[in-house]
């Protein structure tokens, strides 16, 4: 009974900068870590970052230092700032969170959005 809704997806050149939003809505009572992944063509869907309740964040080694992970748990939204752009980083980007449904937590995965990082 809830969804996760990615924004922010689109074409961006190389060097670029890019946005990405993911709001959770529906009946939820909680949330526990929000995490955004990846999945290339041909590829396994790969962790890029990840932030638990506390705060703190993990990055996977090929964006660390040019992506940005944040939550607002106000707006029970998580964001991936995305700097420097490079082609490689060309995927289907989904957000995933813990959520609380009823009485379990249970992971939950947004439908998607693609970024193209064009040369």
Known sequence: QVQLVESG???VQAGG???LSCEASGSFFGI???????????KQREL?????TD??????????????????NAK?????QMNSLKPEDTAVYY??????VMNR?????GRGTLVTVSP
């Open 95 to 100: 957000c995933n969170a813990n959520v609380g």
């Open 105 to 109: 937590f249970v992971d939950v995965w």
């Open 48 to 52: 890029v970052a990840v932030v638990p």
């Open 76 to 80: 029970n939204t998580v964001y991936l």
């Open 55 to 72: 705060g703190t964040t993990n990055y996977a080694d090929s964006v660390k230092g040019r992506f940005t992970i944040s939550r607002d």
């Open 17 to 19: 900068s890019l946005s």
């Open 9 to 11: 997806g689109g074409l």
């Open 32 to 42: 526990n870590a929000m995490a955004w992944y990846r999945q290339a063509p041909g």
